[in-house]
């Protein structure tokens, strides 16, 4: 499984182009931060530990243990946090 992680002011939509490239090989999600795209409006500041459990709760709604996780930007920064403090998801 590949995730997809997108920057800020941005929504999964932005990897629109690549879904299909690791779909050849990967079961792929392109999520939706909190607050962006179609996701839930997130109030109050924003905490890595709360999006890494939420990338939890979609690896555990589709099945997956563990995951390649691939972002750009504030995305890139949230797949680092997740490797770091999840890793046994990595």
Do not use: C, T
């Amino acid at each position: 499984m590949v995730i997809l992680l997108h920057g800020l002011g941005s929504n999964r939509k932005d990897w629109q182009d690549n879904i299909n490239v690791f779909a050849e090989h990967f079961h792929v999600a392109a999520v939706d931060l909190r607050g962006f795209g179609d996701s839930e409006h997130y109030e109050g500041p924003y905490r890595y530990e709360d999006s890494n459990e939420d990338l939890v709760k979609v690896m555990n709604h589709l099945g997956y243990r563990k995951a390649y996780v691939v972002g750009v930007q504030a995305g890139a920064r949230l797949a680092l946090d997740f490797a770091i403090n999840k890793p046994a998801y990595v």
